[in-house]
Nanobody, 124 residues
Framework: VQLQASGGGLVQAGGSLRLSCAASGRTSSTVAVGWFRQAPGKEHEFVAAFKWSGGTTYYGDSVNGRFTIFRENTKNTVYLQMNSLNPEDTAVYYC??????????????????WGQGTLVTVSS
């Protein structure tokens, strides 16, 4: 599976951005797509995940209620709609895919396929 992330940029606090993750290749084996982020000097943080079958969604505590993950089926693309952004959301955002069933979708190690990062900068 190849993943192409896009949509990052500079936004003021309180604003919104939508990130895209376009999947290609063996997408039929995809179990879920997730988003992680890494702020400068910090570890990777789980942001959100979308289960390919059934559409179940999962969110990290720091973004729950502000971010929404959803899929556009016809394009094999997963989006991350980010609202009410604050400077603490500044990070490089990565999308990732997994073919593993019954694995925690909040763990970085679950995902075997990663896209390049896209930088989100939120100014105060």
């Amino acid at each position: 599976v190849q993943l192409q992330a896009s949509g990052g940029g500079l936004v003021q606090a309180g604003g919104s951005l939508r990130l895209s993750c376009a999947a290609s290749g063996r997408t039929s084996s995809t179990v879920a797509v997730g988003w992680f982020r890494q702020a400068p000097g910090k570890e990777h943080e789980f942001v959100a995940a979308f289960k390919w079958s059934g559409g179940t969604t999962y969110y990290g505590d720091s973004v729950n209620g502000r971010f929404t993950i959803f899929r556009e089926n016809t394009k094999n693309t997963v989006y991350l709609q980010m609202n009410s952004l604050n400077p603490e959301d500044t990070a490089v955002y990565y999308c990732a895919a997994t073919h593993l069933y019954s694995a925690s979708l909040t763990r970085q190690a679950t995902y075997g396929y990663w896209g390049q990062g896209t930088l989100v900068t939120v100014s105060s």
